[in-house]
């Protein structure tokens, strides 16, 4: 009962913080948070880099326009945050959080203009209620760097089509909007799940469709292409195969009722991490009777921007859904990752009427419970949750450990010689690249068709480790390499160990050629 008095008496403190401080105080404060707990809680909790990280990096190491299966914008960035920071893992774990917290300012923007401070500051905070922007950002990947391309994209195609302003002003917005455009599809190329609605609204909307006479929707198309080119030929020279990799991770139907139970499952995943949001938002806007008003309802938004922001919240998602009951495809929940960057807005808009004071107190509870009960989660699933499962965390991969005993017993065979390609599985291969001294480039799988930076010539000039976990036999790509003369194999303990076997790691070593 006495806890239960103390969070009512924070939640009445906390409900009452916009008397004593401005929203944008709040906001600010609000975000520094946030940063700091999804920066600080991975650098003290995960002894390896996350997977995808590993894998950005492994590519951004060698500043490709194309990759084997998805564009190169978050490669580049992380790996130039590795040059900026020296190779230093927590600047590493901050891209992700920064990320979301861009994003979080682009929403926060786009509220302010459509629903004011207010309203947009309760939005915001909604938007904790996400997993997609607390939990997951740590491991920055492509879903990742589409939470601030996204709601970029919202905020400026808002303020190109609605906000007023001189000629030059609009064209500036326009140019920002293409630039926009061509990042998101460097991200990922789902970022047309964005594009298509959006473009279809411009089309069709009779309003809308106005910006067309001008030339403000044809300089975004043309700063787009422009910006896209280079990255479009190196497509071409592959043949597209990108492009087609979201399908082999999605499998098609095998029954009828696929294209029924595939788009449920997906549709269902959604509505699971968005629930903490909602459930906040549903106790702001419940008003029992006799409490007084401390919010009155959102201005009434035009016609048009009521559907631009329908449009941003709903189409993405639907569109993916669709595809699913049409194709039957089975979609990854992750991929629904950027598609709820406005839905605190929509719902602030639309749904939450008028808040009293009772219901800014329940929505305070909800969003302190939220704060605190995600990152605990995170932490006894990094700490201790891995001792309940049958195979170690990766984030207790002993990476760190592994490149320093790889690269050691490397010089020992090949003196001098700096380790310069590591062929083997891209988490293996790719956390000794990272970690190691004399940062290696990753032949992944030893496949030239994933890895076209490694030619046989500089296999044959610089050596190379080849190193894989295969229990009870050895890749077949190790048979590619007959003159590479096995080692005795590696045993490394996780970190914390949690009561799992050490990891062992078969190798052997391509000598360089004088």
């Known amino acids: 009962m006495k806890s239960c008095r103390n969070l009512e008496a924070l939640g009445r403190g906390v409900a009452t913080l916009p008397q004593r401080w401005p929203p944008v ?29 590993i894998e950005q990096l492994a590519w951004g190491r060698e500043w490709q326009i194309v990759y084997f299966k998805h564009p190169p914008l978050p490669a580049w960035i992380v790996e130039s945050v590795a040059v900026i920071s020296g190779r230093w893992p927590p600047a590493l774990y901050l891209v992700g959080p920064l990320a979301s917290a861009l994003s979080l300012i682009a929403v926060w923007r786009l509220g302010c203009a459509m629903l004011g401070q207010q309203r947009a500051l309760l939005a915001v905070l909604a938007q904790e209620g996400v997993v997609y922007f607390t939990i997951f950002t740590p491991e920055f990947n492509h879903n990742v760097v589409l939470l601030p391309v996204w709601s970029a994209l919202g905020l400026a195609g808002y303020r190109a089509l609605f906000a007023p302003g001189n000629q030059r002003a609009i064209l500036g917005r326009w140019a920002w909007v293409g630039a926009l455009v061509a990042l998101g599809l460097l991200g990922k190329y789902t970022t047309a799940l964005f594009l298509l609605p959006l473009l279809l609204l411009v089309v069709l909307h009779p309003r809308l469709r106005r910006a067309w006479s001008g030339p403000g929707p044809w300089l975004a198309l043309g700063i787009a292409l422009a910006l896209l080119l280079p990255h479009l030929l190196g497509l071409w020279r592959i043949g597209f195969t990108p492009l087609w990799f979201p399908f082999e991770r999605a499998p098609g139907p095998s029954h009828w009722y696929d294209h029924i139970v595939n788009p449920l499952l997906f549709a269902v995943a959604q509505f699971g991490d968005i629930a903490a949001a909602l459930l906040a ?8 009777p ?5 919010l009155g309802p959102a201005t009434p938004l035009p016609s048009e921007q009521r559907v631009y922001l329908a449009t941003i919240t709903w189409a993405p998602v639907g569109l993916a859904v669709a595809a699913s009951v049409v194709l039957g495809l089975h979609l990854k929940d992750m991929w629904g990752y950027p598609m709820w ?40 699933q990094q700490s201790i949750g891995g001792r309940f499962l049958r195979k170690p965390l990766r984030s207790a991969f002993p990476g760190l450990e592994l490149a320093r005993q790889i690269e050691q017993r490397w010089h020992a065979v090949a003196g001098d010689a700096p380790l310069s390609i590591v062929a083997g599985d891209v988490w293996i291969a790719g956390s000794i690249a990272f970690y190691g001294g004399d940062r290696p480039s990753v032949f992944i799988d030893a496949d030239p068709v994933r890895s076209p ?34 080692q005795s194999p590696v045993e490394l303990p996780y970190v914390p160990a949690l009561g799992h076997a050490p990891a062992r790691f078969d190798w052997a070593i391509l000598k360089p050629t004088p």
């Open 453 to 486: 930076w490694i030619t046989p010539a500089a296999l044959a000039r610089q050596g190379a480790v080849l190193i894989w976990q295969e229990p009870g036999g050895r890749p077949a790509w190790r048979n590619d390499f007959p003159a590479a003369l096995d």
């Open 341 to 380: 960057c406005f839905i605190g807005l929509f719902l602030m808009a639309e749904v939450v009427g008028p808040c009293t004071a009772g219901g800014l107190q329940r929505f305070a509870i909800a969003w302190v419970v939220i704060l605190v009960t995600v990152p605990v989660v995170f932490t006894v």
């Open 281 to 288: 938002l549903v106790l702001l806007g419940w008003r029992r």
């Open 290 to 294: 006799g409490e007084p008003e401390a």
């Open 25 to 53: 105080r709040i906001f600010w404060t609000y975000l520094g948070l946030h940063v700091l707990i999804w920066w600080l809680l991975p650098v003290l909790l995960q002894h390896n880099l996350p997977l995808d990280v």
